[in-house]
């Protein structure tokens, strides 16, 4: 089981769902991890307080990657209410990876695009 567990994840950084950008996203926001260089940008589509669309892109590590690709999908249908209650706990059991400390933080910086993401939407409307 953790073998076919593992291909599935290595599958998952190969060919990430939701890779990619939008040509007029309702908001996209860059975030970098300065302790190991990761880059990410994430865009969303939002109409009536939904997620219709999530799109991330950048340079990162496999964890910043899969955990990328597991939230994006995660979120399309979600209220912005829903969104807006998901803690770095939450992800962490989303994602279902062994980590160390270190790692927990290339795991989170999607999630903390997204936080400043939806706090910049709200303003914005």
Excluded: W
Excluded at 48 to 73: H, M, Q
Excluded at 81 to 94: A, R, S, Y
């Amino acid at each position: 089981m953790q073998d076919l567990y593992q291909e599935e994840l290595m599958d998952m950084f190969k060919n990430p769902h939701n890779r990619g950008a939008m040509d007029d996203p309702s908001i996209s926001i860059s975030k970098k991890n300065p302790m190991c260089g990761d880059e990410l940008t994430l865009q969303l589509d939002i109409k009536d307080g939904v997620i219709k669309n999530a799109k991330f892109d950048g340079i990162a590590c496999s964890v910043t990657v899969i955990s990328s690709s597991i939230l994006t999908d995660y979120l399309m249908g979600k209220s912005i209410e829903e969104v807006k209650k998901l803690t770095k706990e939450d992800l962490l059991k989303l994602i279902n990876l062994n980590l160390t400390t270190s790692r927990v933080a290339c795991a989170t910086l999607v999630l903390f695009a997204l936080q400043e993401a939806i706090k910049n939407y709200e303003k914005g409307n």
